[in-house]
Nanobody
């Protein structure tokens, strides 16, 4: 019954922007530290950005200054604004409800989550 549904992925040229959305059907959504994770072919899944129930955020070093995570608790929706995209950002991006009690730093590196979305593909060409 719990669902996380990502949208907004696509194919853009380097330097472009995309905004990903995640609609979360979780009753306790506002309690959760939420996050975006990505996995490129042949690589392990990595944390991109996380945001806790109070709006605190953490980012992977590779996306700091380019990506912004946000949430709208009235809509149970998570967002990831991605600017200045690079080919290295190409990956399947997953929305996750990580934990209701982790800090954003813990969640970013946790490698596990209570719930995962199916992913949305982001492809950046040079």
């Amino acid at each position: 019954q719990v669902q996380l549904v990502e949208s907004g992925g696509g194919s853009v040229q380097s330097g472009g922007s995309l905004r990903l959305s995640c609609a979360a059907s979780i009753y306790t959504y506002s309690d959760y530290c939420m996050g975006w994770f990505r996995q490129a072919p042949g690589k392990e899944r990595e944390g991109v950005a996380t945001i806790d129930s109070d709006g605190r955020t953490s980012y992977a070093d590779s996306v700091k200054g380019r990506f912004t995570i946000s949430r709208d608790n009235t809509k149970n929706t998570l967002y990831l604004q991605m600017n200045s995209l690079k080919p290295e950002d190409t990956a399947m991006y997953y929305c996750a409800a990580v934990s209701p009690w982790m800090t954003t730093v813990q969640a970013l590196g946790a490698g596990a989550a209570d719930y995962w979305g199916k992913g949305t593909l982001v492809t950046i060409s040079s």
